[in-house]
């Protein structure tokens, strides 16, 4: 039987908070990014005064976000790795030296994130339904990469393999700890609004106290960033321990044993 979403959520917070020394270090190197990025944003008109060319300006800010979230997502990619050890009590890898070894599938988790983001987009375009099939048939893509060694399309195909028979579940437990966790996001940032009295309409404009809050919700992000990957982490592994239709084979085992009247 395949895990509930109660257990994907338990897990979760479970493998964060035995390790939480570790989370935190990870937490810590996806703040880096993050809050350069969210800075980039609110320098951008020094980029354009700086080069005196909008056109310009706008291309080195471009050029900085992309930078910035590659080393996100090699950051990421090792996440990934380093929590689907410690789910399955194995001694998590060494952080330098899984940072460069997710460094280097860098280029293969870019080509299959394009090929599905390609497909998931298709599918919207066409109809809103398939995107939406698309986007769960892929969603344990990296997760092949970095713990099967799977690349590209067989990342893709391996993926569906994992998904296919048992799509609406799979939504599901994506979906219920999704939302249990993005409630939790949106309840800090709501206390941090009401801390610092900021309403609707002062979001908009930069201030000291828009300012403070932008940093106080890229914190709670990347705290929360090593707990939203364990989700489908421990939902790849479990899926991969229960492949469709080993339920089926549990009742029948079950049937066979009672004995005969």
Do not use: C
């Amino acid at each position: 039987m395949l895990i509930t979403a109660t257990d994907i959520i338990s897990r979760s917070i479970k493998v964060y908070r035995d390790n939480m020394s570790l989370m935190f270090k990870y937490a810590g190197l996806i703040l880096i990014p993050a809050t350069l990025i969210m800075f980039a944003g609110y320098s951008l008109a020094v980029f354009i005064v700086f080069t005196n060319s909008i056109p310009l300006g706008f291309g080195l800010y471009g050029l900085l976000v992309l930078l910035l979230s590659l080393v996100g997502s090699v950051i990421s990619l090792s996440m990934i790795r380093v929590i689907a050890a410690l789910y399955q009590n194995q001694p998590a890898p060494n952080m330098i030296t899984d940072l460069k070894s997710a460094l280097g599938l860098l280029v293969p988790a870019i080509l299959i994130s394009i090929i599905s983001g390609l497909a998931v987009i298709g599918g919207l375009i066409l109809l809103v339904v398939p995107g939406v099939i698309f986007a769960v048939w892929f969603i344990f893509s990296l997760h092949a990469l970095m713990l099967d060694d799977k690349h590209t399309v067989d990342a893709l195909k391996y993926s569906k393999s994992l998904v296919k028979g048992r799509w609406g579940e799979v939504l599901w437990k994506l979906v219920v700890p999704t939302l249990a966790f993005a409630l939790i996001f949106a309840i800090a940032q709501w206390i941090f609004r009401m801390m610092l009295g900021i309403d609707e309409g002062m979001l908009a404009r930069l201030t000291i106290r828009t300012g403070i809050y932008s940093i106080l919700t890229v914190f709670i992000s990347a705290l929360m960033a090593p707990i939203t990957t364990a989700v489908t982490t421990i939902l790849y592994i479990e899926l991969k321990k229960t492949p469709v239709g080993s339920a089926d084979i549990e009742e029948i085992e079950e049937i066979e044993e009672v004995p005969s009247k």
